[in-house]
């Protein structure tokens, strides 16, 4: 005979007797209470409170105990209460139909409310089981990773066979336990054992009977297929007892249900990593087609201008010459700029490291905005920066060049005539700074993606269009401050854009203080 087997027999032992210690007990009882009423009832009247007696007993202990309490009814009102008394002979041969008749009502009516005890058990205890598997259902719908569903399904396993439970993973040649319900569960070494036993050789394992050498814990794959590395061991009713069949179904039905959300969020992760890669690839693709496009422009003029002075320029007047030594000038500045920011952009995506240093936000655009007026000279920048504003603790270098930025698309983007403004407030607890250009605006379509990498719109007085990096640099190097920056087209002048640049003072200094 098997383990399981053995299991199984000492199981069901166990619950006979307990069903037969529930029938003489009540049976008893009811003999106690025979005897007190003979002298007000009839011996038929007495009948009535052994079937009592069955009824309650089938009730509460089920169909096994309703047959046993109608047989031992049966004998006890034999030999208690027909004469002869003490004896199981009957004297009158009339008494025999009814005990015969008691015996069958005992017996009909102690299986039907056996039946009907059991019935109730087991929709409650289906009922049990469909809301945990419900709730199991709701937890991992919302897991983010498979830990969290072997956890999950570990907690509702243990609830399901209302004893402890654990999961281990195949890690080498010993199995690790990655998880356990209840919580603080020891996991002794032959619990180890025994899952590497079942890894090794590739089959379940079955607990074994109480007395017997071994352990507990049945062990189980969760899925041959979906998770051939995960064994999960269960311990029904603590352990060495075997699973209830609406357990065992409530088990299976636990491990499929987590085999099929592992494998889903393992599909779901693969589908992102492949949308990220196409994403990538498509700003490659912008990023090359902006670049091409953005380098060749300059270097194309750059490449005329010097095979022009070279092939001419003796003949070319020094009028001629100087505009196309400025074109040239301007040209490679442009370049140079156009590198820097594919730099910067490469610097930022690889992670930025700032270097804070206290500083006066008026000297960051003094300083951006003398170099753009090497840029541009003869473009006008009026500056209206409050002369009360806060020290910053930032990086002023990176926010130079943040202004820079702005200052250099709302130059680009306006005519060039018309003044750009740069004027800075402090407010409760931040400091804002707005660069003001009077140009046509952008459309209210665009304003949501005007800070995202490469994107360009044709805009201004000659549809310049950039390679649209500079303003996805300003925003990564505010953010990375702590700050925000965003646009506001058309602005207060109902004309324009306006850049608003918000960076956090006193967020700042509590931190400088600590």
């Known amino acids: 005979m098997g383990m399981a087997e053995t299991r199984n027999w000492s199981d069901q032992l166990t619950a006979l007797l307990r069903a037969s210690g529930a029938a003489v ?139 402890p439970a654990a999961l281990f993973r195949q890690d080498g040649e010993v199995p690790a336990a990655e998880a356990a319900f209840p919580a603080d569960m020891a996991i002794d070494l032959n619990e180890l054992q025994s899952a590497e036993l079942v890894f090794r050789k590739g089959h379940p394992l079955a607990a074994t ?21 995960r064994v999960i061991a269960l311990a029904p009713k603590g352990g060495h007892t075997a699973m209830t069949p609406d357990a065992e179904q409530a088990v299976l039905t636990l491990m499929d249900q987590a085999s099929l959300a592992a494998e889903r969020l393992r599909f779901s992760k693969a589908t992102e990593m492949a949308q990220a890669a196409a994403q990538e690839e498509k700003l490659r693709s912008t990023l090359l087609s902006s670049v091409s496009h953005d380098l060749r422009t300059p270097l194309a003029a750059i490449l005329g201008s010097v095979t022009t002075l070279r092939q001419f320029g003796g003949t070319i007047p020094v009028a001629a010459q100087n505009e196309l030594l ?11 700029r156009q590198v820097a920011n594919l730099l910067d952009m490469t ?39 409050a002369a009360a504003l ?24 306006s005519p060039s005539t018309s003044p750009v403004l740069i004027c800075g407030a402090a407010l409760a607890d931040s400091m804002e700074i707005k660069v003001i250009d009077q140009g046509a605006g952008i459309h209210a379509d665009d304003v949501p993606f005007i800070f995202d990498k490469f994107f360009s719109r044709a805009l201004g007085p000659a549809g310049k269009e950039g390679a649209g990096l500079g303003l996805a640099i300003a925003k990564a190097i505010v953010g990375e401050m702590g700050g925000d920056i965003r646009a506001v087209s058309p602005g207060g002048s109902g004309i324009g854009t306006e850049m608003i640049v918000t960076l956090p003072i006193g967020e700042v200094q509590s931190t400088e203080a600590q």
Request: net charge neutral.
């Open 209 to 229: 009977a109480p007395g017997w050498a071994g352990g507990r814990f049945e062990y189980r794959f969760v899925d041959r297929e979906r998770l051939p590395d």
């Open 347 to 385: 610097k930022l995506q690889s992670g930025l490291k700032l270097r804070k240093e206290w500083a006066e936000i008026g000297e960051i655009v003094q300083s951006s905005v003398a170099a753009m007026q090497v840029s541009a000279p003869g473009r006008v920048f009026e500056q209206r920066i």
């Open 326 to 336: 400025a074109a040239i000038e301007d040209e490679t500045r442009r370049l140079a």
């Open 25 to 163: 007990l009540t049976v008893t009882v009811a003999v106690l209470v025979g005897i007190e009423l003979e002298k007000w009832v009839s011996t038929r009247g007495i009948s009535l409170v052994f079937i009592m007696a069955v009824v309650i007993c089938a009730s509460r202990m089920g169909f096994a105990a309703g047959i046993l309490s109608a047989v031992a009814a049966f004998l006890s009102l034999n030999f208690f209460f027909i004469e002869p008394r003490h004896t199981f002979a009957i004297a009158d041969q009339k008494e025999l139909f009814s005990l015969g008749i008691f015996l069958a009502v005992a017996a009909i009516t102690g299986s039907l409310a056996g039946r009907l005890r059991e019935e109730a058990v087991s929709a409650s205890r289906r009922a049990d089981m469909l809301q945990l598997l419900s709730d199991f259902s709701a937890r991992i719908s919302t897991a983010e990773s498979e830990g969290e569903i072997l956890a999950a399904l570990t907690e509702q396993a243990s609830k399901a066979i209302d004893g």
């Open 390 to 413: 806060p020290p910053l603790k930032c990086d002023a270098v990176l926010l130079g060049q943040v202004f820079y930025n702005l200052l250099e698309n709302a130059a680009k983007f």
